[in-house]
């Protein structure tokens, strides 16, 4: 609630996909079924993608999320840097 106006603040679904993809550590990943279901809607993983897509925020750690068959999918700045990032953070060897 926001406590000048009194009103109810709801957070819009891509919102709440960027604060579960904020909480993902280094050298750890989440699928993009993963971020949907923690997000509150289980089904909406290639929405996750479209949301992810468009973020340039350094803050929220795209490179974290992944397919569920492990396959690393993509990266708005490119799937080698993806993978250059994953690298680094020791969750690929």
């Not at 919102?15 to 509150?40: C, D, H, N, Q």
Request: net charge positive.
């Amino acid at each position: 609630m926001d406590t000048v106006t009194g009103t109810i603040m709801t957070k819009t679904f891509a919102e709440k996909v960027f604060e579960v993809v904020k909480r993902i550590p280094e050298g750890k990943t989440l699928s993009y079924k993963e971020v949907a279901k923690k997000a509150g809607s289980e089904k909406a993983f290639r929405s996750v993608g479209n949301i992810l897509n468009k973020n340039y925020d350094p803050l929220i750690p795209c490179h974290r999320v992944i397919k569920s068959n492990g396959q690393l999918g993509g990266y708005n700045r490119g799937l080698a840097n993806k993978k250059k990032i994953l690298l680094k953070e020791g969750f690929l060897k």
